[in-house]
C-alpha cells in the first residue's frame, strides 16, 4: 500500500531514475525490521521500538549482498533509518536543530516524500492529521534552509562541533586552527586498509590496533581493554607533540568511531575519516590471503552492526 502511494505521487514520477528506484526501494524494505522487535505489551498493545534502526542495517546487509551502489544504498538506508521522523519533527523541544542534524544523515524532500507515502499507505483513524505532521516538517526544514540537501555550514569544524556540542549555534562560523591532522581508517577486516596506509600515509607513523594485538598476543577474540589503552597512549604522544598520523582498526560501528573521534577532538585534531568497503566475495578473499586472516564468524558478526562513516562525523570523510 505504501509503495502504492509512492508510485501514484507526481512528485515522485517527477524525480530522477536514480532517486526514484530509491525511494521505491526505501518504501519496500521500510518496515523490514519490525519482526525482530515487534512486542506484545500486557495492555494488548504492540510496539516495534527500534525497528527504523534495524531495518535499516538489515537493508544494508541485503542491498551489500546485492551489490547495490554505496551512495545509492546508504542513501536509502538513511530513509529507512528516520522515516518515522517527519510524523514527530515538529513536536520535539527544538525541532529546528533536528532538521539540520537530519539534512545530513538523509536526503529531508525525499523522506518526507517517503513519510507522505506511508501515511496515505495505511488504515488509520487520524490519517489527516499524520498528514499534516509531515507537511508541517516539510516547512520545517525548508525554513531551515536545508529541505533539498544538507545545511550549509560556514566551515568543516563549523559543521563538527556542532553535532559535537548540543548548544551550538549552527550560523556560528568556528576558528579553525588545528594542530595536525589524524587520518582515521575504517572498513571490515580485508577490506584493503593496510593497503590504502602504504599507499597514501606511507610516511605517516601508524598506531594499529593488529600491531598492538601482536605485540602483547591478544587475540581478536579475547578481551580488548589493554589494547584499547596502549594505542589511546600512543595517540595521545603523537597528538601533544602535533604530529600527524594515522589510527588503524576496524571502527565499524559509529559508537567505536565515537570514542577516538572524541579523543583526537580533546587535542584539537583536524580529522580525516577513510571509509573502505568492497564486495562480500572479494572481502573473504582478501582476508583469507592475509598473515593474521581474521575468523568468518567475527566478520559476519562485524557486518551485521556495520555503519559506515557519515559526512558529518569528521572534518573530511573519503569513500574509498
Known sequence: MVVEALVADPEWQSLPSDDRSCLFWAAILHDVGKPVVTKHEADERISSRGHSRVGASIARQLLWHAGAPFAWREALCGIIAHHQLPFWLIERPDPVRMAIETSWRCRPDH???HAKADALGRVCQDQ????ESVSLAALTFQD??????????????????????????????????FKCTVTVMSGLPGAGKDTW?????????VVSLDLIRDEMGVSATDNQGQVIQTAHERAREFLRA?????????NVTRLNRSKVLRLLRDYGARIEIVYLEVSPDRLRRQNRDRPDAVPDAVIDHLARKLEPPEMWEAHQVFIA
Open 111 to 113: 523522506l518526507c516524500l
Open 128 to 131: 489527516q492529521a499524520i498528514l
Open 144 to 177: 531551515a534552509g536545508c529541505l533539498h540537501g544538507p545545511f550549509a555550514f560556514a566551515n568543516d569544524e563549523s559543521r563538527v562541533a556542532f553535532f559535537d556540542l548540543e548548544d551550538r549555534d549552527p550560523h556560528c562560523a568556528a576558528r579553525e586552527d
Open 197 to 205: 596506509i602504504a599507499k597514501n600515509r606511507a610516511h605517516h607513523p
Open 242 to 250: 602535533g604530529t600527524d598520523f594515522v589510527w588503524n582498526a576496524t
